[in-house]
T-cell receptor
């Protein structure tokens, strides 16, 4: 049973486009949704996160749109750069946040 | 600067052998985690710990043991390694507390394990 689902295993966009990565979840108790970015040969690192009381979180070129009713969220990467090429994990945790459930990841390739 | 280190960075083991993966953090974090990463499965939680000398089972604990001898160190032990345990293993740490910014897990660089 996959509690956090990422709809695309891979995504390719051109430099300058907006990349949209989608994620959905099953557990209504989840209240914290981080996105982690992973480059080849490295561990994941937190990119941006949102709590379920908000519907949007923005940090520079990165924006999370959150729909609690539909149990889905998306990560928008505006003006994509080749350096954004990485694997992006959607994740979720419940109150306390000590156990995090990760999606299977979306590998993003930004072509120059 | 928060830091999580793992050793070894890569290892080749034989089926049925014992493997120990080590993790060290200088973050002064209470929580530590072990995940495995397989293509198509993302990160799956094996064991975690919130205090020294105590460990908890994660979502896929079968075939693995964990040891937390101190706040800084957390080991993953494969008593009888199997082919299916070939994967990349990540350790992470996280502070206690639910304040904003304290939910972040800090990951190590990973250990690539190949079981033959």
């Amino acid at each position: 049973q996959q509690q956090v689902r990422q709809s695309s295993q891979s995504l390719t966009v051109w430099e300058g486009e907006t990349a949209i990565l989608n994620c959905s979840y099953e557990n209504s108790a989840f209240d914290y949704f981080p996105w982690y970015q992973q480059f080849p040969g490295e561990g994941p690192a937190l990119l941006i996160a949102i709590r379920s009381v908000s519907d949007k979180k923005e940090d520079g070129r990165f924006t999370i749109f959150f729909n609690k009713r539909e149990k889905n969220l998306s990560l928008h990467i505006k003006d994509s750069q080749p350096g954004d090429s990485a694997t992006y994990f959607c994740a979720a945790s419940g109150p306390g946040g000590y156990k995090v459930v990760f999606g299977s990841g979306t590998r993003l390739l930004v072509s120059p | 600067e928060a830091a999580v280190t793992q050793s070894p960075r890569s290892k080749v083991a034989v089926t049925g052998g014992k493997v120990t993966l080590s993790c060290h953090q200088t973050n002064n974090h209470d929580y530590m985690y072990w995940y495995r990463q397989d293509t198509g499965h993302g990160l799956r939680l094996i064991h975690y710990s919130y205090v020294a000398d105590s460990t908890e089972k994660g979502d896929i604990p079968d075939g693995y043991k964990a040891s937390r001898p101190s706040q800084e160190n957390f080991s993953l032990i494969l008593e009888l390694a199997s082919l299916s345990q070939t994967a990349v293993y990540f350790c992470a740490s996280r502070p206690t507390g639910g304040e904003v910014g304290q939910d972040t897990q800090y990951f190590g660089p990973g250990t690539r394990l190949l079981v033959l």
